[in-house]
């Protein structure tokens, strides 16, 4: 039953992990949120701006640690050594290197938030499912995860910022730390009887 339990947390971890990679607009981190209840998942969310805001990667590059800013109105000769193209698009390093995440507290919802508005939206329940997130949630989500009265949280990757997952503990949530390793994969790789 353990067992069970734990490999259905690893199959909704790496759902989470996917839909996180391939579909999050935002240029800094790629975050998602599955809700899974009774064994099905009943909501996805990812981290980003509303639908038809203009995307945190249409304004936001990272490459290499680094975070770039389109700037339009910014003149030519400050192209230099300093600056990217990418899809025909010039990008500036930015001066502030903290800027992307000032931006993103303005305009972009977290993928819990995202996954709990699309239930709301539908007047569908999140009591009793679990939370299956690539990172850690941070404080305001936690709060928005307690209010729904959710059962359990599992996550792949620790968050560095806030103290969220002792809010939830303290609410009577199981928050889980199960990573992701390179190992799983190997393990599926030399284990599978093909
Ligand atoms: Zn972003
Ligand atoms: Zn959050």
Known sequence: MMKKQHQWDTTWLLFARMMADRHSKCASKSVACVIVKDEK????????????????????????NILYKAEAERQQEKADALSIVHNGQVFYRCDN???????????????????????AADSTSARHATAYVT?????????????????????????????????MRQSEIEVLHRPLT?????????DKDL
């Open 97 to 119: 290197q903290e800027e992307h995440h000032e931006w993103s507290k303005m305009n972009e919802i977290h993928a819990e938030i995202n996954a709990l508005g699309k239930l």
């Open 41 to 64: 998942p009943i909501s996805i969310g990812i981290n980003g701006t509303p639908s038809q805001h203009v995307n945190c990667n249409e304004i936001y590059l990272k490459q290499d």
């Open 135 to 167: 990172h850690s949630p941070c404080h305001a989500c936690s709060l928005a995860l307690i209010a729904s009265k959710i059962d359990r949280v599992v996550y792949s990757t620790g968050y560095e910022y806030g103290d969220g997952l002792t809010l």
């Open 182 to 190: 390179e190992e799983y994969f190997l393990e599926r790789i030399f």
